[in-house]
Each structure stands twice: as structure tokens, then as C-alpha cells.
């Protein structure tokens, strides 16, 4: 955060910054919140939650005390630092001008059901406003926004350029380059779900007249066959690389022509997979003849670009209230979307499913022996997630020892999931203060209260905690992204 930010829009949370562990939870009255950066004005804004009012924020000094006061204005053609930009039934949005330092510390005074609270926050990651990409800055680079129209891939490349440069595709002498890559659903624009699981750039080879591509695969176990078609054959990949413990797999295949768009099929967990493979041929990076494939990085000459995979596009959650939260879910590679195009953020999710996100967020990497009684029915892409949320102690059986995959979770075991996570201390004698408390069952009791009491879950409206019902796709998102926000 102390990087200069460049010009763009981005996605940016709002981290509590309190010392008290009573202290509001900032789930419970914002949404989320951008940033746009201008000729180095940075206009923050915030949408917060349906019946909350923001009236005062204050910039603290580094010792609490009081920088500035900024008051809003309920008009969009007032002046000053704040203003509202919207009063809907969802929730205002409020738009005010942030500091020079993005590490500032802010008070906000709100108002939510005719209580007066303070909730004091920061802002945390920040992700450039983008269905394509999700950006990690090098500590060297200042963070910059993705330029989708020159540059699908994400890639940064420092400031200065490679001394090789890009290369034209009809010059390319016999070498190594990087070269960036995108992955659709055959005859369309859409991103594949194949996409998440490949880490850009590739590197390409060239020897005489041969061409030979360098893929790395994440998420390696759920990916089994992989095969591209050359001259109307389809071929299986060659494997060249394996790393199971970070779970990566290093591929290689033939191409004709940059070009020319390459046919591939997959078989993800359960599903085969067929897509279309794009160079971008305009952009091809010369690089040293020992570069390899390093997690995401291939050195080039003179610089070390960094990169993230392209996300894939989810066409279903446009202006849903959980969209920024699965689109830097799915930047994080945390969540896939279905073949389709959609990622049904309303639709429940089963325990296995929970498992493998979890599994993904927390980076487990050591599993252990299966025991469940009903073992065959767990499927192949969640065996080995399954195997590392028991072996950290995060899932156990029912009393009939059976895990159950395909049952929806429901919200009392994920609250149990997350604070068994968190290592969170359990007071059974602790109240979770929910309107339908007392249907909370009495296993998970001290969990939920103990992750309501550390702002890591809330409720649904009027304040229920609804201790029964089945976990959205959604929810389970936000929840894992919050455990996240605390465990770094």
C-alpha cells in the first residue's frame, strides 16, 4: 500500500482497523468500495448496507488522534470531501476524498437501525476494476490497472521494457519468448473454466521451423486428461514438470502458427472441457535461452514480469451485492465458474464444494488418511482437498461417520468450519446475538458466536442468523474471503 497508484479504477476493501474486540464488525454496515485514481486524486467510494447512514468521517493520526473532518452532504452537486451519491432501498453509496497515504487509518460514524456506532478501518487489498484480471503488484512496480484493450493477459512489465522487446511473429529467430494467452469456449469470446487453471505467460520455443509451447497448470489434481489438435489429430500434452506439493504440473505441446488459434480438451474434475487457445502473436517477449517456467514468471531478458491468470468472465453477477467479492475470489483462484459462463452466486453449495474452497484459501498442503464411511461418494476433485481440511482438523463425520459431499452446507457448519480455522477461543458461555439465537444448535453455538463476536459472520435480514438454512455460493464466498482478510 505504500506504492504509488496509478490512473484507473479499483476494486479496494475496507480492513477494520480497531484494537477492540467489541468494536462493530465492518461487514455489518458496508458492502464494498473503489477507488479511482486521477491525475493523483483519489476519489474513494463506498456502498453501504440497506438502512445504514454514514454522517462523519474522520482521518486519524497514527496515535487515533483526529488528522481532518470530513463531513458529508446529502447531495450530489454539493460541495466538499464526501458526498452521497445514490439513497436507494440497497444501500447509499458515499464518495469521499481519500488521503495521499492509502495505509491512513479512518473513522467512520454511522447509524444503522437508530444506533450510533464508530467503526474504524483502512483500506486493505486493492485489485484493478476488471472482469479480466486480478493484479499483485512487485514491490518494485507501482500498481497499475489493466489495460484490457493492449494487454488480456495481466501481465506488468517494470517500467523501461525488455532490452529484447516484442518480437514480430514472422522475424522470430530460433530462441525462447514469453508470449501471453488466452483460453474461450470454442466459436466465442467467453472465457473457458480451463482458463482458471493455467498460469500466464507461456513460454514458447522455437527451433527451425518448430514451435513448442510451456504451460504451466495450477490446481493440477483436479485436471486430468489434457490434449491439443495438430494437423486434425488430437494429441495428448507432454508432461515435463510436477510439483505436488504447491500442486502445479508443467505441460508442453506443438503449434503450428502463433496466429492461429489452437484447439484444446480438458477433462476438469467430472467435465470435458473443449476450448480454443489465443496467442497474442503482436507481443511476443524474447528471453534468455535458460528461462523456465517459475510459478507464474518467466525472466526475461533485462526484466522479471510478473502475472496473475485471467479470470474468467462470470456473466451472472453484474450487480449482484457479492460480485466484487467473487470476482477478487476467482482473481485468487479460490472459485471457478460453470461451463456456462455463471457462477449462480444464490444457488447452495455442497459440503464438498466448501471443503475444496477452503482448502484453496488456506493453501492446506498436507493430507491424510479418509476414514468416512461413505467414501465412494466423495468425488475424485475433492478427495485430495478433503484429506487436507481433516488432516488440519477443520472437517470432521457425523455421528454415523459419514461425510456426506453432496449435502448443502448449511450456515452453522460453516460458522464451525471458520472458527475451528481461526483457532477462535470458545466461551460456552458466550450469547450470539442474533434474534433466532436460540435455534442455534447447541454444537455450534460457541463457534457462532465466538466468529459473529470477532466480525467474521453476520446475519441475514432482521438480524436472523438462520442457524438451519443451506449456505448460498455467495456467502460462502464472503465468508472464506473474510477469514482470509484475518489470517494474513
Known amino acids: 500500500m505504500t506504492k504509488p497508484v496509478k490512473d484507473g479504477q479499483y476494486h479496494v476493501s475496507l480492513a477494520p482497523r480497531s484494537d477492540d474486540p467489541a468494536a462493530p464488525p465492518v461487514i455489518d454496515y458496508i458492502v464494498e468500495s473503489r477507488l479511482n485514481v486521477q491525475n493523483g486524486k483519489k476519489l474513494a467510494t463506498v456502498k453501504l448496507k440497506s438502512g445504514v447512514t454514514l454522517y462523519e468521517i474522520l482521518l486519524l493520526n497514527a496515535d487515533g488522534t483526529t488528522n481532518k473532518v470530513i463531513t458529508p452532504t446529502y447531495s450530489a452537486k454539493a460541495s466538499g470531501l464526501v458526498r452521497v451519491l445514490a439513497d436507494e432501498p440497497a444501500g447509499q453509496t458515499v464518495q469521499f476524498e481519500a488521503a495521499d497515504d492509502l495505509t491512513a487509518t479512518y473513522a467512520f460514524g454511522v447509524v444503522k437501525d437508530g444506533q450510533d456506532a464508530t467503526i474504524k478501518v483502512g483500506f486493505g487489498a486493492i485489485e484493478p476494476v476488471t472482469s479480466v484480471s486480478v493484479i499483485t503488484p512487485t514491490p518494485d512496480e507501482p500498481i497499475a ?12 512489465y517494470p517500467v523501461g521494457g525488455s532490452s529484447g522487446g516484442a518480437a514480430a511473429i514472422s522475424t522470430l529467430q530460433d530462441g525462447k519468448y514469453s508470449v501471453n494467452y488466452a483460453i474461450h469456449n470454442v466459436g466465442t469470446d467467453q472465457k473457458s473454466i480451463l482458463q482458471n487453471y493455467v498460469v500466464t505467460p507461456a513460454l514458447l520455443t522455437v527451433s527451425g521451423n518448430k514451435k513448442v509451447v510451456s504451460v504451466r497448470l495450477k490446481q493440477s489434481n483436479e485436471i486430468g486428461s489434457l490434449k491439443t489438435e495438430l494437423n486434425g489429430a488430437w494429441t495428448d500434452v507432454k508432461v515435463i514438470a510436477e510439483d505436488q506439493k504447491n ?12 496466429s492461429s488459434k489452437l484447439k484444446i480438451s480438458a477433462k476438469i474434475n467430472s467435465d470435458e472441457i473443449q476450448a480454443e487457445i489465443s496467442f497474442d502473436a503482436k507481443n511476443v517477449q524474447k528471453v534468455s535461452d535458460d528461462a523456465q517456467l517459475t510459478g507464474g514468471q518467466t525472466t526475461a531478458e533485462g526484466q522479471t514480469p510478473e502475472s496473475k491468470p485471467t479470470v474468467q468472465v462470470l456473466k451472472d453477477i453484474e450487480n449482484h451485492w457479492a460480485q466484487a467479492l467473487i470476482e477478487r475470489a476467482a482473481g485468487l483462484g479460490i472459485v471457478n465458474g460453470y461451463e456456462d459462463g455463471t457462477f449462480r452466486p444464490d444457488g447452495e453449495i455442497s459440503r464438498a464444494e466448501f471443503t475444496v474452497l477452503i482448502s484453496r484459501a488456506l493453501q492446506l498442503d498436507k493430507g491424510g488418511e479418509l476414514n468416512f464411511a461413505d467414501l465412494d461418494k466423495v468425488p475424485d476433485w475433492a478427495k485430495s482437498h478433503l484429506e487436507k481440511a481433516v488432516a488440519a482438523g477443520l472437517i470432521t463425520s457425523y455421528e454415523d461417520h459419514t461425510f456426506r459431499p453432496e449435502r448443502s452446507i448449511s450456515r452453522s457448519e460453516i460458522a464451525v468450519i471458520i472458527a475451528r480455522a481461526l483457532e477462535l477461543p470458545l466461551d460456552e458461555a458466550a450469547t450470539a446475538a442474533f434474534a433466532d439465537a436460540e435455534q442455534i444448535p447447541d454444537w455450534a453455538y460457541a463457534h457462532v458466536a465466538a466468529a459473529s463476536k470477532k466480525g467474521i459472520i453476520n446475519g441475514r435480514d432482521n438480524h436472523i442468523f438462520a442457524p438451519h438454512a443451506n449456505a448460498t455460493r455467495a456467502e460462502a464466498v464472503k465468508l472464506i474471503l473474510s477469514l482470509l482478510d484475518e489470517v494474513k
Open 145 to 156: 490497472p489493466v489495460d484490457s484493450g493492449s494487454n488480456d493477459s495481466g501481465i506488468i
Open 247 to 258: 500442486n502445479t504440473r508443467d505441460v508442453q505441446f506443438e503449434i503450428k502458427d502463433l
